[in-house]
């Protein structure tokens, strides 16, 4: 159980143009996604919570404009990075937690979604 | 609040032999502790946690971890590492109540087994 399913796992866009990622749940309902941003040799950054049917709440410095999150539904998150640049290139992991597990200890996380931009 | 120290960028280890990676945290109250292994271009997998009651845990692969309350620490251990132990691992921590259960990462410790 507790699957999460990231999609696409690696992908590639020129500068300037908008890239989309997905982020299910396959086998539960997630009221809350996380996004994070990992580079390289570093530890995992949060970026934001992403609350089923309101606003994602931003972590400090993180641009709402640029990183669109949107949590449409109980097993659907998504994470558009606009107007992608080259320092937008990293590493995206997702991670969920089930409907009332919100007390559950461990997080489980998407394959992550590795984004090149040239 | 909450923060995660992984002193060790890297640890190198022969394969058959015993190995330990680093952890020691920081929280307000009581601990959550956790363990993840991150292969490479992939997420994170969890390994193994601790929550209360006996202070080994046992986990995936093989894998285990002390938690000691007052060293603050909840080191990985394996009693013989394989080449595909060889990854990325994250020590995370969270305060048991309170706060949005949202866990705090340490920087990794990249674990190299040679043959």
């Known amino acids: 159980g507790a699957v999460v399913s990231q999609h696409p796992s690696w992908v590639i866009c020129k500068s300037g143009t908008s890239v989309k990622i997905e982020c299910r749940s396959l086998?539960?309902?997630?009221?809350?996604m996380f996004w994070y941003r990992q580079f390289p040799k570093q530890s995992l950054m949060l970026m934001a919570t992403?609350?089923?049917?309101?606003?994602?709440?931003?972590e400090q410095g993180v641009e709402k404009d640029k990183f669109l999150i949107n949590h449409a539904s109980l097993t659907l998150s998504t994470l558009t990075v606009t107007s992608a640049h080259p320092e937008d290139s990293s590493f995206y992991i997702c991670?969920?937690?089930?409907?009332?597990?919100?007390?559950?200890?461990?997080?489980?996380f998407g394959q992550g979604t590795r984004l090149t931009v040239v | 609040a909450q923060s995660v120290a992984q002193p060790e960028d890297q640890v190198n280890v022969a394969e058959g032999n015993p190995l330990t990676v680093k952890c020691t945290y920081s929280?307000?109250?009581?601990?959550?502790l956790f363990w993840y292994v991150q292969y490479p271009n992939r997420g994170l997998q969890f390994l193994l946690k601790?929550?209360?009651?006996?202070?080994l845990v046992k986990g995936s692969y093989g894998f285990e971890a002390e938690f000691n309350k007052s060293q603050t620490s909840f080191h990985l251990k394996k009693p013989s590492a394989l080449v595909s132990d060889s990854a990325l691992y994250f020590c995370?921590?969270?305060?048991?109540?309170?706060?949005?259960?949202?866990?705090?990462f340490g920087r990794g410790t990249s674990l190299i087994v040679h043959p």
């Open positions: 991670s969920a937690r089930e409907i009332g597990q919100e007390r559950r200890t461990e997080a489980f």
């Open positions: 601790y929550i209360t009651g006996d202070n």
């Open positions: 992403s609350n089923e049917g309101s606003k994602a709440t931003y």
């Open positions: 086998d539960f309902q997630a009221t809350t």
């Open positions: 995370a921590v969270r305060e048991q109540s309170g706060g949005s259960y949202i866990p705090t």
């Open positions: 929280v307000s109250g009581n601990p959550y």
